[in-house]
């Protein structure tokens, strides 16, 4: 079955601490991937998307992301996190549904803990 | 420029009580589709359109129904209401149906307690 996987539900950080969340992804074919963040209380934002292109994608507040179409995986990355990054964290595709429409496809979320 | 609209933003509801959750977007946007999160889940599809007059039904349709008579506007009603369908919907829009170039813009939610 098509699936998104999030690997960590839950991490906690210091501050200046790097962040890696794992995203795997489980279908063959052409991908469109993202990554949203929730702060608490809020809605979904758009941290950055990968179409095509250069695999490395650069998103809002300093995080990126690579495309590793080997791997089947999209992991988000942040070199020093900041209290402010809080928040949760979706990793979410582009998937062929019925009727020959797409859907966005979410993984479960990591909840993302900064410590100062 | 709205974006994507929901209204309400909290609703408590006693069980087996109906309501309609609304969603307008002012963009043109061809693809509607209307998401439940709960925790440890991640968001699920209820329901999504392609266009006025087509609707389909998501991961979760069960409880739910759409229709789409505007290419502005994208309902959500829930029949029955039960404890289950407690979470927090997202309805979310864009351009097309999703693919390169294609933004998904999302509502800031609707809060909704079922007792």
């Known amino acids: 079955a098509q699936s998104v996987s999030q690997h960590n539900h839950h991490v906690i950080l210091s501050e200046a601490a790097s962040l890696e969340l794992g995203c795997n992804y489980s279908y063959g074919g052409t991908v469109n991937l993202f990554w949203y963040v929730q702060y608490p209380g809020q809605h979904l934002q758009l941290l950055l998307k990968?179409?095509?292109?250069?695999?490395l994608v650069k998103g809002i507040k300093g995080f990126e992301a690579e495309f590793i179409k080997s791997k089947f995986s999209f992991n988000l990355r942040k070199p020093s996190v900041q209290w402010s990054d809080t928040a949760e964290y979706f990793c979410a595709v582009i998937l062929p549904f019925s009727g020959g429409y797409n859907k966005l496809i979410f993984g479960a979320g990591t909840r993302l803990a900064v410590h100062p | 420029n709205a974006g994507v609209t929901q209204t309400p933003k909290f609703q408590v509801l006693k069980t087996g009580q109906s309501m309609t959750l609304q969603c307008a977007q002012d963009?043109?946007?061809?693809?509607m589709s209307w998401y439940r999160q709960d925790p440890g889940m991640g968001l699920r599809l209820i329901h999504y359109?392609?266009?006025?007059?087509?609707?389909d039904q998501g991961e979760v349709p069960n409880g739910y129904n759409v229709s789409r008579s505007t290419t502005e506007d994208f309902p959500l009603r829930l029949l029955s209401a039960a404890p289950s369908q407690t979470s927090v919907y997202f309805c979310?829009?864009?351009?097309?149906?999703?693919?390169?170039?294609?933004?998904?813009?999302f509502g800031e939610g609707s809060w909704l307690t079922v007792v």
């Open positions: 990968y179409f095509s292109g250069d695999p």
């Open positions: 963009m043109n946007h061809e693809y």
């Open positions: 979310a829009s864009s351009r097309g149906t999703g693919g390169s170039g294609n933004t998904i813009y």
């Open positions: 359109s392609v266009g006025a007059g087509i609707t």
